[in-house]
T-cell receptor, first 115, second 116 residues
Framework: GQNIDQPTEMTATEGAIVQINCTYQTSGFNGLFWYQQHAGEAPTFLSYNVLDGLEEKGRFSSFLSRSKGYSYLLLKELQMKDSASYLCAVRDPGSGSSNTGKLIFGQGTTLQVKP | DTEVTQTPKHLVMGMTNKKSLKCEQHMGHRAMYWYKQKAKKPPELMFVYSYEKLSINESVPSRFSPECPNSSLLNLHLHALQPEDSALYLC???????????????FGPGTRLTVL
């Protein structure tokens, strides 16, 4: 089966650092994405990991361990505008001739940043 | 042009109406997607088009009918919908077919659909 777990909600203080964890158990793996989604808006791409290790992009970093089925998104120097839902998504390459590469989303983590 | 556009932004329709949602991208992307998203839930994949051919239909009811007239356009035709179909409908595109090595999906702003 396909299972992606994230905490439902997190709260952090402006200026602080927060880590959002994601664990996955999927039949296939061809990369892990993190998206940010503000209420009522479309998801926007944050990061992509396909190899083990840390990818850094400004205030945001993402880590992947394929052997542990684990990823995290690290947000530094939190700002009020970072209050949003953060979606972890695994790309399943599919099987046989289908090779669909569809994204399987976790339920999302709602982050609230407080002053 | 680095965005996916969707029209209309909001749509209210009755259960007997026929309407269409439109999606457009001019980034040269070869894969396009329809997702349905209910409040406080993640997007659920509905359809995938790869090189203008339907490659995935996630067992979506036939009252939803996708169409890809060309590589830049994606439509979703709606007919005889139910109130539970009310949701945000998101279109996305990606540079290469879904199984490509690096394949970020770019999402449009969505159409907020209400079925009365």
């Amino acid at each position: 089966g396909q299972n992606i777990d994230q905490p439902t909600e997190m709260t952090a203080t402006e200026g602080a650092i927060v880590q959002i964890n994601c664990t996955y158990q999927t039949s296939g793996f061809n990369g892990l994405f993190w998206y940010q989604q503000h209420a009522g808006e479309a998801p926007t791409f944050l990061s992509y990991n396909v190899l083990d290790g840390l990818e850094e992009k400004g205030r945001f970093s993402s880590f992947l361990s394929r052997s542990k089925g684990y990823s995290y998104l690290l947000l530094k120097e939190l700002q009020m505008k970072d209050s949003a839902s953060y979606l972890c998504a695994v790309r399943d390459p599919g099987s046989g001739s289908s090779n669909t590469g569809k994204l399987i989303f976790g339920q999302g983590t709602t982050l609230q940043v407080k002053p | 042009d680095t965005e996916v556009t969707q029209t209309p932004k909001h749509l209210v329709m009755g259960m007997t109406n026929k309407k269409s949602l439109k999606c457009e991208q001019h980034m040269g992307h070869r894969a396009m997607y329809w997702y349905k998203q209910k409040a406080k839930k993640p997007p659920e994949l509905m359809f995938v088009y790869s090189y203008e051919k339907l490659s995935i239909n996630e067992s979506v009811p036939s009252r939803f009918s996708p169409e890809c007239p060309n590589s830049s356009l994606l439509n979703l035709h709606l007919h005889a919908l139910q109130p539970e179909d009310s949701a945000l409908y998101l279109c996305a595109s990606s540079p290469s077919p879904p199984s490509g090595f690096y394949n970020e999906q770019f999402f449009g702003p969505g159409t907020r659909l209400t079925v009365l």
